[in-house]
């Protein structure tokens, strides 16, 4: 597997240095960069898995610039004797965590540890996730795309950092989102430009295809990706050495060109929800607390029986990356080795709702003669969803439709002017 890349961006003091060294040591490959400018090119050409910045410079203004390049890459504060505004302004403004210096040897192999196991925590026993799981690696040998489908957090990411990690590759591992981007920044980020290709092409940019050769290029939400540039992802594929594995949520959405998806049908693996996992919500929310708990500096946290429970009862509609949310926060929030129910928060600070355990009461039909069935449906499937408290993965399950059915029925209400309950 290929060094952890950190680029850390600071002042010529030793205090970095000795941070840099202390990573080295730990088998990362290090580069420092003395202005953002410098980062950000550094970037541009080579890429990197961490940045690690003095929170002493505008790490909020860098984070700006990150999101605007769409560079995916974690950012971690660090500081000499910084004061607490500084460190809590770092994260707010998107760092993930805060590092003092002089560093520790154990924080920064913490840190270094905390990349590598999100490469490759794919923890469970559940028959479907195995399965699914051994399927994917059986593939990581062959130069065969592959695409991972599953709904949105289900762990596809992690999935396809393992299958790169079992590939043997000594290329990097590249990862790019397709939803949401502009087309003619989507074409830069994958394919490179060259200073003034555009408005605003003020220096060259390595594609990403480029980026990954000889490695893994991963494209997430590819059903999005706009149809001209499918067809030049194929043309770099069949001329270059770059691996590729797309995710999507779904498959069958009919957004692919056809020769592309018969490209990707030959290796496809599903990924399930975590809701369908059983047991391995108790292992994953085990897993968390302890890496997370070290990460941070922190006494180990184990979840007490009560809020196992409570995490088995919820329907987890974000999958494994809630689920890694909420443990976070908790591990924080806690004021000492035990994760109670009350710690278990969702992001707007409301606590975890259990899923509906009785379908909603059968509804009587003397109300409804004469009416229209597509007002009849509309009324059963808002009143559902009200009922779930907006849980639309519940509300589909008792409703017997799928999860793509219920959001396009919504969707149409929604732009019909009927109320729609807000999603969990």
């Known amino acids: 597997m290929t060094a952890t890349r950190i680029l850390l961006i600071g002042g010529p003091g030793p205090e970095l240095r000795i941070a840099a060294g202390m990573a080295r040591e730990c088998g990362a490959a290090v580069r420092l960069a003395t202005s953002q400018a410098d980062a950000l090119s550094a970037l541009r050409h080579d890429g990197a898995d961490l940045v690690m910045i003095d929170v002493e410079t505008d790490v909020a203004g860098f984070i700006s610039r990150l999101?605007?390049?769409?560079?995916?890459?974690?950012?971690?504060?660090?500081?000499?004797?910084?004061?607490?505004?500084?460190?809590?302004?770092?994260?707010?403004?998107?760092?993930?965590?805060?590092?003092?210096?002089?560093?520790?040897?154990?924080?920064?192999?913490?840190?270094?540890?905390?990349?590598?196991?999100?490469?490759?925590?794919?923890?469970?026993?559940?028959?479907?996730?195995?399965?699914?799981?051994?399927?994917?690696?059986?593939?990581?040998?062959?130069?065969?795309p592959l695409l991972l489908t599953g709904p949105p957090g289900s762990g596809k990411a992690l999935l396809a950092r393992a299958v790169h990690a079992a590939s043997g590759a000594i290329g990097q591992l590249v990862i790019g989102e397709c939803r949401g981007v502009a087309p003619a920044v989507l074409s830069s980020e994958l394919f490179g430009h060259a200073t003034g290709d555009f408005p605003g092409a003020v220096s060259p940019r390595l594609g990403k295809l480029a980026e990954a050769a000889g490695g893994t290029l991963v494209l997430r939400s590819i059903d999005t990706l706009p149809t001209d540039l499918q067809a030049r992802l194929l043309d770099a594929l069949d001329a270059g050495t770059t691996r590729l594995i797309a995710t999507t949520a779904d498959a069958s959405a009919g957004k692919l060109r056809a020769d592309l998806a018969a490209r990707l049908a030959t290796a496809r693996v599903t990924f399930p929800a975590l809701a369908a996992r059983g047991a391995d919500i108790d292992r994953l929310a085990a897993a968390f607390a302890t890496r997370l708990s070290r990460l941070n500096g922190l006494v180990r946290r184990t979840l007490s029986p009560d809020a196992l429970a409570?995490?088995?009862?919820?329907?987890?509609?974000?999958?494994?990356?809630?689920?890694?949310?909420?443990?976070?926060?908790?591990?924080?929030?806690?004021?000492?080795?035990?994760?109670?129910?009350?710690?278990?928060?969702?992001?707007?600070?409301?606590?975890?709702?259990?899923?509906?355990?009785?379908?909603?009461?059968?509804?009587?039909?003397?109300?409804?003669?004469?009416?229209?069935?597509?007002d009849v449906e509309r009324d059963l499937i808002l009143s559902t969803l009200t009922r779930c408290c907006g849980n639309r993965t519940s509300a589909s399950s008792i409703l017997g439709i799928s999860i793509r059915t219920m959001r396009n029925k919504l969707k149409l209400f929604h732009e019909a002017g009927f109320p729609v309950a807000p999603a969990l």
């Open 67 to 144: 999101r605007a390049e769409r560079f995916a890459v974690p950012v971690l504060g660090c500081g000499v004797n910084a004061s607490a505004s500084r460190a809590v302004a770092a994260i707010r403004a998107g760092a993930y965590d805060y590092l003092p210096l002089p560093p520790q040897r154990d924080l920064i192999a913490a840190a270094l540890q905390s990349i590598g196991e999100r490469a490759v925590e794919l923890i469970g026993e559940d028959p479907a996730f195995i399965a699914a799981r051994d399927r994917a690696i059986a593939f990581a040998r062959t130069s065969l």
């Open 310 to 374: 409570a995490a088995r009862a919820y329907p987890w509609p974000g999958n494994v990356g809630e689920l890694e949310d909420v443990i976070h926060r908790a591990v924080l929030f806690a004021e000492g080795p035990t994760i109670g129910p009350t710690h278990l928060l969702r992001s707007d600070g409301s606590p975890l709702e259990p899923k509906s355990a009785e379908p909603p009461p059968p509804v009587s039909l003397s109300g409804h003669v004469g009416r229209r069935m597509q």
